[in-house]
């Protein structure tokens, strides 16, 4: 048998896509799936890359097929199948033999498999882009050792989107690095896709637009700042027809959306490290809460239906400037979680090429990357609605987020993601907040006492201490 250069373990939607461009690529890969005929159906619909590709059907024909030292690939679910292949590969494996975690691990698993690993090569990479991205070009965030990672950049860098000559693969840091960084990206296209679909659910109920016209909305925006690849298929979406029944398909989609989890966890994790992410927070709720149909039905027959017509309200420009504003806000909590990671796990992590990995390749992919990579290189420990460009940006933008917030409230069209990056961005240029009331309650049934603003000192209590 001769050997190939690396490993890919698990052929599903993520794997067989990867394989498919690492083959592409000029690299010969063994691979190795769980259920033998689909290792058979995947070498038989290879094509012109089959040439490149070994098929394996026991894990040690799978670790015989590879080059040594070997590296590993695997593409199986989170969690435990993670564990599971590690445990059956580990005892077939020479010491310096590279596992690589390519699923969208939580980076906690990461951090513990890294650790586990010791000595043995472990890496955590995120994957983002789809099966599209993975297949011609995803956005690849690394995690673990750098000589492991340089190990295989030659390979991850080959497979990567391309931004104008730079491939969209980087190192992270140690460990879970990878695997956080991704998980923020999630988090972020959560909150990226709720805006969107709220600003929707105005162009459809708030300005009464039929699918084709919204998706024409969409389409124009694409031409301008939000160019992205989220707005570009939200008008695919919207202009898409049943192909059984011709009907509108977003007509016919039911209004409750799934989740994998990595936005829970990305709120979750920004609540340990104290750097809420609001927008992404308000978007994991959405979701959450469209998945309550039937609750959502009785609400509507108890005190009628929320959205009415804005009659005029507002303006499809106010809502291309408010999805504007809402996504630079919300880009702006993910890079501050980012940064304080970094700060709290000493992970020193790349900012600028953070906001450069995510500029092609990925689902939250967008020209406003561009200036978020070159704000961060000048200025990468401020938050991002403090520079210089973005605060231009908000400054113009951020009345019609406020009138499209506003009006989506007076005319009972929920926009929570929206409204709570409106809260933000005013939360954060208040000076003097009210969080002083609540030191004032806490001590009154605490004693948990407070600091003054006119002497220095903790510890200070209100007359109700006597
Ligand atoms: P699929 O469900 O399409 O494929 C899962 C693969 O894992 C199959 O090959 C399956 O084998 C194998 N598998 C499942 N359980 C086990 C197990 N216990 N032991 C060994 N093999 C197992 O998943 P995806 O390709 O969509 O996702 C893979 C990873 O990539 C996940 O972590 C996912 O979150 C991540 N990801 C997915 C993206 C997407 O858009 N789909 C995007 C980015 C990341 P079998 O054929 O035998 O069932």
Redesign the pocket.
Known sequence: MTTSEIGL???????AALALNIADHGFDIAVY???TA?TRDFKRDAGDLSDRITPTESLQDFVAAIAKPRAIIL????G??VD??IAALRPLLDDDDLIID????NFHDTNRRAREAGDKPFLGIG??G??EG?RFGPSIMGGGKKASWDRVAHILTAIAADHEGTPCATWMGEEGAGHFVKAVHNGIEYADMQMIAEVYGILRDGMGLDNAAIAAVFDRWNAGPLKSYLIEISARVAEAKDTDTGRPLLDIITDAAGQ?GTGRWTAIEAQHLGAPVPAIEAAVAARNLSAARNLRKIGEEMYGAAPQPLDGALSEDQLEQALIAGKIICYAQGFQMISAASTQFGWKLPLPDIARVWREGCIIRSVMLDDMATALTQTPDENLMFAAKFADDLKANHTALRQVVAQAALHGLAVPALSSGLAYFDTMRTARGTANMLQGQRDYFGRHGFERLDRDGKDYHGPWAD
């Open positions: 373990l698990g052929l599903g939607t993520m794997g799936n769980r259920t689909v593409m199986v679910p989170a435990d199948p599971q292949q390519a699923g969208n691990a994957v983002s789809g099966e993975a994998k």
